[in-house]
Each structure stands twice: as structure tokens, then as C-alpha cells.
């Protein structure tokens, strides 16, 4: 069933995807792959060697996910209409990581949050439970990926704010990286509207 036609009590919690919502996952998603690709980078290098037949049906679902990655990054900066199959892309993405984030990161955050981080776990598990259901019996599908487009000042804002988010919570305190994770989708999903109509809010006029 469509997002837009769907009519039922639920309809005001089915997730909407906009490009500014995927942009900074996306960015997120990346600025943790690249930093965990160089800590690790002789590991990686190790088992580079050794070709397994088993993950490849693995593969395929890192293939998906990280064309949705892509395509996420891609129309935040490029005007161009979204095809249905570039859509399930991201919103494989999408999905994916908010589950993965809400499910396996807020298990580990629950146990070790202090003080008021401790709401950053909570809202996860919230957003993957009700994520989880909506896609279950099938009340939202690629209609949830918006076609509006960002404005390219709405896209600096957003990068400039995850590019804080991350050094603060990688680097200054030292964050593993599914909490890190954590934070920066509750700001995508949740507050990312909120720091985007501080700063855009119009200047009154004086009469």
C-alpha cells in the first residue's frame, strides 16, 4: 500500500525519507566505513586474500546497501528524478541501518549510557520497533522516498551538522562507533528539521 494513500490510525508514524533524512545517514555510514577501513586496514588487507564461496549471498546485500548509500549521497547534490529502483535501493538503506542501529546499537548503549545519552538508545529502539512493524505488513514502501528536492544551503547545514556530531562524539569522547552511529541518526530522523528551522527561520521585517 502507498504511503500517500494509506489512511489508517498509523499513518503519522510511517518514516518519510526525505534527501536530507538519507544524506546524513549516508554521510554517517561513511564517515564510519573510511575511519574504520584505515584503523583496520591491515586486517583488511589479510583476509582480502582469502576468498570464502559463502559470502556471497552477504554480498549481495552490501551490494544493495551501498548502492543505496550511494544514490543517498547522489541526489542530495544532483536535481534528478529518483527511478522506483533507485528508491528501493535507498530505502533498503534506509531500513537497514535504522534497524541495525536501533536493535544492535541501543543493546550496547542501554548497558553503558550515562545521564542524559541514555535518550539516544531509547529513541532508536523506538524509531527500529515502529520501522520494523510498518514494514512487516507492508504499510510503507518506495512512495516513503520523498522527491523533493534539498537545497544545496540545506544539504552544507546538514553535512556541517553530522561533521560536528561525529568529531564530537569519534574524537573528543571517544564514542565506539555504534554509539556514534546512534546519535547521528537520531539527529537525520529526529531533530534534524528542528536545527534546520533555527537556522533558516525568516527575519522579521520591521514596519
Not at 502507498?2 to 489508517?8: A, D, L, S, V
Not at 529502483?85 to 550515562?114: C, H, R
Not at 523533493?148 to 551538522?161: E, H, W
Amino acid at each position: 500500500m502507498k504511503f500517500i494513500e494509506y489512511r489508517g490510525p498509523f499513518r503519522l508514524l510511517i518514516p518519510h525519507y526525505d534527501e536530507l533524512v538519507l544524506f546524513t545517514m549516508s554521510l554517517t555510514c561513511l564517515l564510519l566505513l573510511v575511519t574504520g577501513v584505515l584503523s583496520h586496514m591491515p586486517e583488511i588487507a589479510t583476509s582480502s586474500r582469502q576468498f570464502d564461496p559463502g559470502i556471497f549471498i552477504p554480498f549481495i546485500f552490501i551490494a544493495i546497501f551501498m548502492a543505496g548509500l550511494i544514490l543517498s549521497l547522489y541526489h542530495a547534490f544532483v536535481d534528478r528524478p529518483k527511478t522506483e529502483i533507485q528508491k528501493s535501493f535507498m530505502l533498503f538503506f534506509a531500513v537497514l541501518i535504522n534497524v541495525f542501529s536501533g536493535f544492535m546499537g541501543s543493546g550496547y548503549s542501554l548497558t553503558t549510557a550515562n545521564g542524559w545519552f541514555i535518550v539516544f538508545p531509547i529513541i532508536n529502539m523506538i524509531n527500529s520497533m515502529i520501522l520494523l512493524f510498518m514494514w512487516r505488513y507492508g504499510h510503507f514502501d518506495e512512495s516513503s522516498i520523498s522527491d523533493q528536492q534539498a537545497s544545496k544551503g540545506q544539504v552544507m547545514l546538514a553535512g556541517t551538522m553530522v561533521l560536528i556530531l561525529f568529531y564530537l562524539c569519534h574524537v573528543v569522547y571517544e564514542f565506539i562507533w555504534i554509539q556514534t552511529l546512534s546519535v547521528c541518526l537520531v539527529y537525520s530522523i529526529n531533530f534534524i528539521r528542528l536545527i534546520e528551522s533555527l537556522i533558516f527561520r525568516p527575519v522579521p521585517v520591521s514596519k
